[in-house]
């Protein structure tokens, strides 16, 4: 994704990571087991983590660096909360690529057949190397971007096909956790709408983007201002995906008994489309959702090993070892390694994507809390500062997701 983040702001960076394997598997999971009952959890998701992705070019306009800068002056042993998010990196980096190549190649199988899941995640891996190498990714980006459009376009209006009735939509706001919905909760948590690592990768845009911002006379507030619009826009668009996916599933997919899970995930993600505006949308699904998870999945790809490489760059400066691209390359292997063997071993997509989802709400309660920290103890002038009202919306977003953690694991291990 980083390699992308001169032509995409916070907001084209939410709204492109909605169509994703957050909101197009966990939301229609969601209605299709559990109908309306967990759209306030997939809202509140939303409203409580929004602080922590402002808090990224927040951090970077005021300061002219990084977030990664502002774990490096946190208090405490030397550099520990850089290592802390190299740790995070590495445990992301792993289990995201596997999730979100397992539904890629879901849809292969969907269409092509024959080959298994762990084959078909080769393939896709392969074919990403070979375009980060030859760096042939721009004309695909474009078509990634219309079948995104397209995708969200016929959501859209089989929502509109098929809206829920006022009693329903009643329901979507009425807070409960349906019995056996722990590892789905953790995941819509952990993942939507998508990790906080984002954040960070935010603050890293912000700065590709400053010169820009500022170079028409605005301040620093003026630019960030800016910034704010952009990312409120996506995140609504984010938000509105998710509960049409939530409704979806439980209007289309739930009176049927079905519920998208194992290899076939894809043929039953369809049957959204097929339904109600007819078999023809079949292979114009497939071909859409193929083209937005597989721009996800180069995003995911090159991002994390980019990242990687450039944590490993500012906590061990002068090392000759990490100055080159094998750090990048090696990373994108061994990330690539585990997906391949994680989707052989356990041919289950809708599985995988739900621990993932967890492992990412694991995580979110310490980046959350050092992004709070950036943004509120180390910018210098206080009117960049977060306003009081989104320190305490901050801190609140905190000691939810810290909840969140050990209320799903103590339910998971008694």
């Known amino acids: 994704m980083l390699a992308r983040l001169k032509s995409l702001g916070p907001g084209m960076i939410m709204a492109a990571t909605a169509i994703g394997t957050s909101h197009l598997v966990l939301s229609p999971v969601a209605g299709a087991r559990f109908g309306y009952g967990l759209v306030w959890l997939v809202l509140a998701a939303h409203l409580f983590k929004y602080p922590a992705f402002e808090y990224g070019p927040r951090y970077a306009l005021a300061t002219g660096h990084s977030l990664i800068h502002g774990y490096g002056r946190v208090p405490g042993p030397k550099q520990w909360a850089v290592w802390a998010f190299l740790s995070t990196t590495v445990l992301q980096g792993f289990t995201i690529l596997a999730g979100t190549l397992a539904i890629t190649a879901a849809i292969l199988h969907a269409v092509f057949g024959g080959l298994s899941l762990g084959t078909w995640t080769l393939i896709i891996g392969g074919v990403i190397v070979a375009l980060l190498i030859f760096g042939r990714y721009a004309a695909l980006e474009v078509i990634s971007k219309g079948a995104m459009l397209l995708l969200v376009s016929i959501s859209v209006l089989a929502f509109a096909v098929a809206l829920p009735s006022p009693s329903e939509v009643a329901q979507m706001v009425v807070p409960q956790v349906p019995a056996g919905s722990g590892l789905l909760v953790a995941a819509i948590l952990g993942i939507m709408p998508t990790g906080i690592n984002v954040a960070i990768w935010h603050s890293l845009w912000a700065l590709e983007h400053e010169k820009a911002w500022l170079a028409d006379g605005s301040t620093r507030a003026q630019a960030l201002a800016k910034g704010r619009f952009d990312l409120l826009v996506g995140y609504g668009v984010s938000a509105l995906l998710a509960v049409i996916f939530v409704a979806l599933g439980a209007e289309l997919l739930a009176p049927r008994g079905l519920v998208p899970q194992g290899i076939d995930v894809a043929l039953t993600l369809s049957e959204i489309y097929t339904e109600v505006l007819g078999s023809w949308m079949l292979p114009l699904f497939l071909f859409a959702a193929f083209l937005a998870l597989f721009s996800t999945a180069y995003s995911v790809m090159d991002g994390f090993p980019r990242t990687f490489a450039m944590l490993l760059r500012e906590l061990l400066p002068g ?96």
């Open 319 to 414: 090392q000759r070892w990490v100055a080159g691209q094998g750090t990048y390359w090696g990373f994108m292997m061994a990330i690539l390694l585990v997906a391949i063997a994680a989707n052989t071993l356990f041919p289950n997509p809708v599985t995988l994507v739900q621990w993932v989802g967890a492992v990412s709400l694991a995580v979110a309660p310490l980046l959350y809390g050092l992004n709070w920290y950036c943004v509120n103890r180390l910018i210098d002038d206080p009117a960049l500062r977060p306003p009081p009202y989104l320190a305490i919306w901050g801190g609140a977003g905190v000691l939810l997701m810290l909840a969140a953690v050990i209320a799903v694991f103590w339910i998971r291990a008694s």
